[in-house]
């Protein structure tokens, strides 16, 4: 019956972390059929400066849409707008054609990277991956491991995540990216910070994303036309 | 079509027209003085029928007149945050801006009402508690909703966002509005507690006719009187907040 | 995590001690005042060891990016919040509920009533969390928002300092105190079923 | 009705009519408030549409 109603029992009281209480177990995310993010018409106003008003959005499966504008263009607001943690000012994002607001398929298809890159510095990168997967109610420390190894973060799992560098840390944040295995992935500002190494390995890992029929939105104020990614992805200007 | 039908049409429609700020703003030009004659016509009848043509009361003689005053503000208080919590939540519901204009208008009324009722409240005790304050239930409760009042404001301009501040604020006013009863009756127990019944009693339905009538009165013209204010200040927000649109630049350029 | 740095376990602590300790020593200390106020004063340094401790449940979050998170996640913000409050009173309520009867010596309250404070303290603690998690919500964005979250809640928390206080004092004079339970009861069921939705609504609100 | 004892109210008049005469200033401070935040706000709107219409016109 306890499995019914999907009240996963606290499979570890002892576990520091709070947020462990978190119930109904979630079934494993297969990126959804039709699948396409629609921005109608949106306008977004910071205080009294209109940002942008009247802009058209689209996205298809496997596709990447590259924001390019110079700064305070409002690119990091469309992106918060898009993804539900802003309400725009007027006009609709539709996700397979309804609008996303509370609309929980699309919460279960969205995964968000911005300026701030949502690890606890007390919890090491290990346990910040960990939370994570609790949030969604999945927990195996294998995937972490393998997802962790393959950001070359394997060395510092255990070390608190204050002690990380600037790159470090994105490519951590990219690891929880990695591992929550959403469909659309909106990326704030992607690649600043990033040695070439790991631009090398963001670039990769986003199009294995884009190959599994993944869809990106990102913003970066280098161009992409160089990268590997250039093939997929068409550019917007704000 | 029958009637309830059309009458609900009818208010449906002004009720989204009047969430435009631009109708708003030309509906409240005709409404604004309608209101504001209606609480003089009330207000001045009944200060007049109260200070002159109602008895003493037996036991407090003439101070009992500072009832026609404090009991409208009292009453005020309160229907301005009962007003206030409506509008934002029907703000944030359905995300009109004109509702928060409408909260965040009242919110100051709201305060000099309160303030007024707990000056008026002490004034009116003074003579027959000896004291300036004394800690009676509705006193209190006085208080604790100018506090409530200032809270709200306090909130508003804490925010830089405009539009974060509105949403705020709604928020604190219907969080507030659940708790206000609760404040009350531990108010009432708590006084209860300390002294018994409390000396001035609050009159209401118990007097006599000719005092109750400009009781009645001094309370409707005060409420237009609120309305009048609400609507000046709105429309006064209105122009700032909508400075960039079309119409106000319009309007103001004719002025010249 | 809250446990994780026993600093913020600590200091509400600290902080509910020294202030309960500032009133015998400000006060002539003779036992029948000390006794008499003894309730009202160790409720109040509750509701500002509470009030204090609301700032860090979620300020830090906010800092880092995980309440972003939070928010765009699949699972109900609601229970999130919900669990995060239970956290933090477990941290800051839950903790002065338990050292109240030492402090009750310091008052010399007698040992009956020092169960009618814990009691109360017991019941009255998790609401002053709940309605207080809402003003942290809607103030997390500020720079400088404590004193403003004061400011806000400190009106809502007046029902449940008196029915907390009044239950001490009715207690003293030994007359029944269940009307206060019931009120304060009454309280905490409609803290705990309504503010987690308020809370996760105001977070929404100001996060954007 | 002389107006002496009118005035007196019984002995009561400073507390009655300072309680009438304080919600006049206040209703006479709410009424006058609106007022001259209009007119200020009619005068920085008028100045600044006409530096947007310089700032327009210089582009």
Known sequence: MQAKHGIAKLPFLQNHCCIAFMSSAARPHQPDTVASLAAVDIRCQRGERTLFSGLELSLERGQCLHIAGANGSGKTTLLRTVCGLRKADEGHVRWQGKDINDNHDFARAVAYLGHKDGLKDALSPAENLQFYQQLDGVLNTTLIDSTLQRMQLLQCADLATVNLSFGQRRRLAFARLLLQRKSLWILDEPFTGIDIAGRDLVEQICLEHLAADGMILLTSHQSLDHSSLASATRVVTL | ?256 | MLFRNTATLVQPLCFFVLIALLFPLSLPAENALLQRIGGGVIWVAAVLATLLSLESMFKPDHRDGVLEQLIISPRSLTTAVLAKSLAHWSATGLVLTLFSPLLSFAFRIPAEQAWVLFISLLIGTPSLTLIGAIGAALTVTLHRGGVLLAIIILPLYIPILIFGAGMVGQSTQGAAIDSQVYALLAIGVLATTLSPFAIAASLRLTID | MNWSDFFAMGGYAFYVWSAWGLTGVVLLWQFTQPRLRNAKLRRELKRHYERQKLADSKQ
């Open chain 2, 1 to 256: 079509m029958n009637p309830f039908k059309s009458i609900w049409n009818f208010l449906y429609i002004s009720f989204h027209r009047l969430g435009s700020p631009r109708e708003f703003y030309t509906i409240s030009a005709y409404a604004t003085p309608v209101f504001g004659l209606l609480f003089l016509g009330l207000s001045t009848y009944g200060a007049y029928l109260g200070l002159f043509v109602a008895p003493a009361d037996y036991q407090q003689g003439d101070s009992f007149r500072i009832i026609y005053v404090h009991v409208p503000a009292a009453w005020l208080s309160l229907f301005i945050y009962v007003v206030m919590a409506c509008a934002s939540a029907i703000g944030l519901i359905w995300r009109m801006k004109m509702a928060f204009v409408v909260a965040l208008c009242s919110a100051p009324i709201g305060a000099a009402f309160t303030f007024l009722a707990l000056a008026t409240g002490s004034l009116w005790g003074a003579p027959i508690w000896g004291t300036w304050w004394e800690w009676d239930a509705r006193l209190t409760s006085e208080l604790i909703l100018l506090f409530l009042y200032s809270g709200v404001m306090a909130l508003y301009y804490a925010f830089d966002d405009r539009r974060t501040a509105e949403r705020a604020t709604a928020m604190l006013a219907v969080v507030g509005v659940v708790i206000v009863p609760i404040i009350h009756y531990s108010v009432e127990w708590w006084s209860s507690l300390h002294q018994g019944a409390t000396v001035f009693r609050e009159g209401g339905p118990a007097m006599p006719a000719n005092m109750l009538t400009p009781l009645l009165l001094m309370a409707l013209g005060f409420t237009f009187f609120y309305g009048y204010c609400l609507f000046h200040r709105a429309r006064n927000m209105v122009l700032h907040n909508e400075r960039n649109s079309s119409w106000v630049r319009e309007m103001i350029n004719e002025l010249e």
